[in-house]
Every structure is written in C-alpha cells, then in structure tokens.
C-alpha cells in the first residue's frame, strides 16, 4: 500500500466532517466545575468512611481475629465485602448469592523475587462464587442445572489472621440489552490440527462496559487508592512511575490520579493495570489494579494474585 | 500558511465550498503532508508516521491503494463509515488522522484519559476494519 495514497484517502474526507472536528468536542468530564464538585465529594466521603471504620473497626476486628475453618473464611469474606460496600469502595448491589462454589487453603509462601517482588504471600483462604453460565459461550445450548447463575462473581483471599481481603477479583454480569461497547467473534478452527488453516466465525461476541455496577461511576484513580490504603491501614499510596522500573505492562505516562477509575481499562493494545506502591506494606512489593472487559461481563480485578510491574 | 490562502484564492470560483473552514483545513492540511513527503522521503517521522500505521492496519489486507482510484474509493468508504460513528467517536477519528493529533492532546481536548482515548481509536479501527470487509473489501 503506497502510503502517500492512504494519506491522500483520509485527506479527502468530507469537508463538514473537518469542520465537525475543528473545534473540541464539549465535555463535562475535565471542567472545572466538575473537578471542584469531585474534591467537595472526596472531603465527605472520606469523613464518612473515617465514621464508619471507627464504628465498624472494633466489632470487625473481634470477629476476624482468627479465620481457622473454611467456614469462618466464608462468612468473614461476605462480611468485608459488605465493609468495602459501606466505605464505598463498591457499588451497594455487589452481592454474592448461595453459599461458596469453592474454598481453597492456601499456606504461607514467599514469592520470587523477580516475579512477584519477594513480597510474602501470608496464609489465607480464597473464597469463591463462580459468575455462572455466560450466556454468549452457551448459544443454543443448556448449561447443566448444577451451574448456578449469579449477576456477581468473585474470588476473595482472606488472610486468616487479619480476616481482610487481600486480593480480590469481582466480576458483574453484563446487561445484554445494553448497548456494547465492543464486539469480536467466537471462532472454531477449521482443523484443529493445523492452526494455519485459520478459524470460521460462530457467532458474535458483545463485550460491554458496566463497571457502575462494581464500583460507582464516579471512583478515582485516587479516591479507590486512598480507600483501599485504609481498609488495609496504610498510611498512603503511590502509583508507579517509569523510574520504578515497574511499568511493564503499566501505562506509558504517569496517570492523572483524579482520572476516573473506569478509563484504566485494560487497553487491546497491551495487558494494561495500574501497579500501586502502598505505604506501610511490605517494601518494594507493589499491588496491582486492573479493569478487563470479557464478552458478557466485566471484572475488577484487586491485590497482589497477579504479577506485578 | 501564504500557500493555504493562494490555494484557496486560486480554486474559489471555480469552486464554492460550504462550509468553507472544512475547505482551508484540507488545503493547509495536504500542501502540509505534501511538503512532508517531500522533505522526508527517506526518512520516518515518529508522529505522521505512526497515524499512517495506524490507518493501515484498519484497511484489509487485501485492499491495495496503488492507485489515485483507489484512494479515491477509499475516501468514499471511510466518508460513509464517518457517518455511523456517534458524534464523539466522529471527532476522535478525524482528529487523530486527518488531523494527527497526538492522544495527549485529545485525551486534554475530550477530558478522557490517555489510556481511554487510545482504546476508543481502537475499538473505531476496528469497526472500521470490519465494515471495509463487510463491503466487500477482502481480510
């Protein structure tokens, strides 16, 4: 393809579609109303948060005190999801339905050093409700009765001798009747023994963007750090920067921490999450917070059950 | 910017463009390309080139423009493409490769983030990509 030619292509656009374009599309997002609106916010929701874990703190810290069944695993995770959703973390419908599909023990391990920045994974248990069938990957098909259907899915590690979530991966089913934001394809291989063969379409994948329903539509970069940091009780936060060496598959530029938290959406381009340094947590180990969008649902994704950098 | 107005004193009559501040944008855009070509025509711009890639990838492969033709049809396709993008995503993709905006500055421009920007001109590539070979333009 001659370059100057695909050049010339876009340049003869039609001209009230250059026009259209001259001047910036009007956005509420950066003005400055909405930026002193947003800090009025953040105030009054951290005061209320500073309310609510000094009511919440002491009875919490009693009943967490030791997490030594699977059981108690189970019943204190539902019980710090409901702490995120009071300190407004998460959207207040963040629910998870019937009892556990799976609880897993996993003991304390030291990770390596240039994986995981040695940071010291402590005993805890990972608690899980499975979303369910995701209608798009079934079609036509039954999913089996044993596969229970929930709107929100999650994995939550609860370290058995603080009873906090330490990585948490929240999942909410997509509304299909809602505009996608994306679509892409379910492809079979024409011969699963030779890949070159390529791959017919079956039908169409919707990829949706209703993070609303995890966390509210209005959460910062900065807000959902802060937040985080105090439920863990640390004394703050820092997001990586290049000079870290930790932006591997980080952003390219520093994020704006008053950025909506929604924008940090995995990019197609390259498996995008924000690396968090939190102060107060075991030095030079970062945490990881990363947005995907998946064909029927969308998950937030929590913690440190992830490589970081 | 002298070259853009002569273009426009010479071409108008004949031609008689409405609305007219589409028109100066093209002319100032092309002799600007045109002058681009010339001066690095051995060598690759990072910021113009990097649109072109983009472009590119959007296009099938199996559409080849060799030719001003071509080209010619190319600019038809996108032209009816550009109408069925919501008026932000319209903004977004023109911006960015007809004007050769950098993603800062329409992250600064829309108030979205870097980060969303770039996904938003993904995810248009992409629609646009599929709609070339819905028409008949082979992957």
């Known amino acids: 393809m001659k370059r100057e030619l695909l050049s010339k292509a876009i340049g003869d656009i039609d001209e009230s579609f250059v026009a259209e374009a001259y001047r910036p599309v009007e956005s509420a997002a950066g003005s400055p109303e909405r930026i002193v609106h947003m800090k009025k916010k953040r105030i009054i929701s951290f005061a209320l948060a500073a309310v609510l874990l000094l009511a919440l703190g002491a009875a919490a810290y009693a009943v967490n005190q030791a997490v030594g069944t699977p059981q108690a695993a189970e019943r204190v995770a539902l019980q710090e999801i409901e702490v995120w959703k009071q300190m407004g973390l998460l959207n207040p419908e963040v629910r998870f339905e019937g009892s556990a599909s799976k609880i897993v023990e996993l003991q304390e391990e030291q990770g390596s050093e240039s994986y995981w920045y040695g940071r010291l994974f402590k005993h805890h248990y990972d608690v899980r409700w499975y979303l369910g069938p995701v209608d798009q990957f079934w079609g036509d098909q039954t999913p089996p009765p044993e596969l229970v259907r929930r709107d929100y899915g999650c994995n939550l590690s609860i370290d058995t001798l603080s009873g906090k979530i330490t990585a948490a991966t929240i999942d909410a089913r997509s509304d299909p009747n809602a505009e996608p934001v994306w679509e892409d394809a379910l492809r079979e291989p024409v011969d699963p023994e030779n890949p070159k063969a390529g791959a017919v379409e079956i039908r169409p994948l919707y990829f949706y963007d209703n993070f609303e329903d995890i966390f509210p539509a209005d959460m910062t970069v900065d807000r959902f750090c802060t937040l985080l940091a105090e439920y863990w009780g640390f004394s703050g936060y820092r997001l990586a920067e290049t000079v870290d060496g930790t932006y591997f598959d980080g952003p390219r530029e520093p994020v704006d921490p008053d950025s909506p938290l929604k924008d940090m959406i995995a990019n197609p381009l390259d498996n995008y999450y924000l690396t968090v340094f939190f102060e107060g947590d075991q030095p030079g180990a970062p945490m990881y917070i990363q947005l995907h969008e998946f064909p029927g649902y969308v998950t937030l994704m929590v913690g440190t059950g992830h490589a970081v950098g | ?139």
Request: proline residues 4%; contains cysteine; aromatic residues 10%.
């Open chain 2, 1 to 139: 910017m002298n070259d853009t107005y002569l273009g426009c004193w010479n071409s108008i009559p004949p031609q008689r463009p409405n609305p007219l501040i589409g028109y100066v944008c093209k002319i100032a855009r092309n002799l600007a390309v045109n002058r681009y070509h010339a001066n690095k025509a051995e060598k690759r711009n990072g910021g113009y080139d990097l649109v072109l890639d983009e472009l590119e990838e959007s296009i099938p492969s199996g559409m080849d423009v060799e030719t001003e033709a071509e080209a010619k049809e190319l600019t038809g396709a996108i032209d009816c493409f550009l109408l069925t993008l919501s008026r932000e995503d319209r903004f977004l993709f023109v911006r960015r490769y007809f004007y050769a905006d950098a993603v800062k500055d329409l992250a600064a421009m829309t108030g979205d983030s870097a980060n969303r920007v770039s996904v938003r001109l993904f995810r248009i590539r992409e629609k646009l990509k599929k709609t070339l070979a819905k028409e008949g333009y082979p992957v």
